[in-house]
């Protein structure tokens, strides 16, 4: 029992637990021997607990024998299906001699229950990860966004009002030295000099709020609120070690929460220029940063950043009809890619078309003008152009709805390698600005003929097999092997988009309407084009790897470097490198049914 201790106390989550509640767990766990070959569980079977790998090599298969990985010691299987309905989803079998460690489940449903590092292990889902915070659950020094602005005793009142003027604040702390000794507001000099009458050549000594309330910046933003609401205050002096390290006011909390997407599209919406609207969409990066640190759903951030990108356009559009005159017929601008979905992050171009009315001239200049600005503008606004040139300002991609109708029709009828392309890039159509009608109809008809085609749906399932999950041999990661991203993975290419090309499929197999990723799985689940266990496990899978996109999207951000989509999983604590590893494995399990014709109900 001694070497069952020893050997889960360096294995995470049992390396946090007490040392009474680890040895309980020793105790709880039974030792096994598989030879070679040897069937540890099979797919379907009832599974007694939780295996845990203490030597030796475990294959394991989905549930049409296809290797989904190969696990070392100290690797956890068999929780899926264990926490689910207690079935295996996988099977597993011994490569060469292996010993297997089992806790029984209700052991485990135990210990979820009471150690929170085990519970969050075995969220698989990322629950916890992904709960929707506010400002109150932040720390203190996640509010804290300028150095601490501050003026000696002696300082006149005056001095202290122009560094305020100068700074753009409405309040100083007064130190000696480091240490903080009072506080001076606008509203202090408002009151107590101005009103009264009194010198402004006075020391701010005799204004200033001597000892001040404090916090550190391990509290939390529910602090803050709670003191300046009881105290009736509106400045917070923040200290660490007797050090003035920085200034909460209510407009800094005020600016945490409205740092939003509704502050910048309302920016966007009375920009004079395109230099405007530019400087405001520079602020991205900093309302992505806020949204990851206060734990919203990736949904909603990619939601708010596409909000912004839609804002945008629509008033480019607007300046382009105000220097080009009235459009000479009806047109609808439209997005596809991550701005079609609704699932943009801070790394984005631009892929739009124009659907203009059926008998209208593509060549009409005025269109073509038109497709200039707009895509100058949001090049200039940060979406750069689509390096392959999907775009309204390709005369192939500003067309009438006729010609867009035949587009699809051909693209369905011959599915060779470019159709394909463009019908998983167009499926993603969603309008912006215009008239919606002209694609409402094309959406509809165009998703019944795709979904009559039996061949051109299967050459669009195969080639949306192509991306694969960087699932690596013995319970780890393919990794970029060369150049500049070297040990890295791509969280777009081989993380999210397998899940958006599923998704896509599944749209089509039910012509569900949907065109944001996680609203068709959810609708493809709805409407039983997929089984409820699958939905949900791909679901939980997405929101799993679109979220450590997104927190790593956010940490480069706040390292000073542009974002991109490369994760090393080698800087990932263990349990968030074993979840990663595990939604890829869910995300495989599902090509590999939709590949064998089973991933509709089976």
Not at 102 to 116: F, G, N, Q
Not at 138 to 162: H, M
Not at 575 to 590: I, K, P, Q, T
Request: charged letters at 25%.
């Amino acid at each position: 029992m001694s070497g069952i201790s020893d050997f889960i106390s360096t294995v995470h989550p049992y390396d946090s637990l007490p040392r009474d509640e680890l040895a309980r767990v020793a105790a709880s766990f039974s030792r096994r021997s598989y030879p070679a070959g040897a069937a540890i569980y099979r797919h379907g079977e009832l599974l007694p607990g939780l295996f845990l790998i203490e030597s030796g090599t475990v294959h394991v298969a989905d549930r049409n024998g296809e290797s989904v990985s190969e696990l070392g010691p100290r690797n956890s299987f068999g929780e899926r299906g264990l926490l689910r309905d207690g079935r295996a989803v996988t099977s597993a079998r011994a490569v060469g001699e292996a010993v297997i460690l089992m806790l029984p489940r209700d052991e485990l449903t135990r210990l979820i229950a009471v150690s929170r590092p085990v519970a969050r292990f075995f969220d698989r889902g990322g629950g916890a990860m992904l709960r929707a915070g506010d400002v109150a659950l932040l720390k203190v020094g996640e509010l804290l966004n300028r150095r601490p602005q501050s003026c000696s005793p002696d300082t006149t009142v005056i001095e202290a009002a122009r560094m305020m003027r100068d700074a753009q604040i409405s309040s100083l702390g007064i130190t000696e030295g480091e240490r903080l000794i009072g506080l001076v507001t606008i509203r202090d000099m408002s009151n107590r000099v101005v009103a009264e009458g009194r010198d402004m050549r006075m020391p701010v000594s005799e204004v200033m709020t001597a000892d001040p309330v404090t916090l550190p910046p391990t509290a939390l933003g529910y602090d803050v609120l709670n003191i300046m609401l009881e105290r009736r205050i509106g400045h917070l002096p923040i200290v660490e070690d007797g050090r003035f390290v920085g200034m909460i006011s209510q407009t800094d909390l005020t600016r945490v929460q409205a740092i939003s997407a509704s502050g910048l599209v309302r920016d966007i919406a009375q920009a004079d220029s395109v230099a405007d609207m530019a400087e405001t969409a520079a602020r991205i990066p900093d309302l992505l940063v806020q949204l990851v640190r206060a734990r919203q759903r990736h949904e909603v951030i990619t939601r708010m950043i596409s909000d912004i990108a839609d804002a945008v356009t629509r008033r480019l559009l607007e300046m382009a009809e105000a220097e080009l005159g009235p459009a000479p017929a009806p047109y609808l601008w439209a997005a596809c890619g991550s701005q079609g979905r609704q699932e943009q992050t801070g790394v984005s171009d631009q892929d739009n078309c124009l659907i203009l009315a059926e008998g209208t001239d593509p060549a009409e200049p005025w269109f073509e003008a038109l497709a200039r600005f707009v895509s100058d503008g949001l090049n200039e606004c940060g979406y750069v152009y689509c390096p392959g040139d999907m775009m309204a300002t390709n005369p192939r991609w500003r067309q009438p709805r006729d010609v867009w109708r035949r587009y699809f029709r051909d693209w369905i009828a011959t599915p060779d390698p470019e159709a394909q392309m463009l019908a998983s890039v167009m499926f993603d159509l969603r309008g912006i600005g215009g008239e919606t009608s002209l694609l409402a109809g094309l959406q509809v008809e165009t998703l019944e003929q795709a979904e009559k085609n039996s061949i051109f749906v299967a050459h669009m399932l195969s080639n949306s097999l192509k991306h694969r999950p960087p699932l690596g041999l013995i319970g780890g990661f393919a990794t970029i092997r060369h150049g500049e991203h070297r040990d890295h993975i791509d969280m777009k290419h081989n993380g999210v988009v397998p899940v958006i090309d599923l998704a896509r499929i599944y749209a089509l197999q039910g012509r569900l309407t949907p065109v944001n990723t996680r609203a068709r799985l959810q609708d493809a689940e709805a409407k039983g084009v997929i089984s409820g266990s699958g939905a949900r496990d791909l679901i939980a899978a997405y929101d799993l790897i679109q979220t450590m996109r997104l927190d790593n999207q956010a940490d480069l951000i706040r390292a000073g470097r542009a974002p991109d989509n490369y994760l090393s999983p080698a800087d990932l604590p263990d349990f968030e490198r074993s979840h990663l590893r595990d939604a890829f494995v869910v995300v495989r399990g599902m090509q590999s049914a939709a590949g064998h014709g089973k991933g509709l109900l089976g």
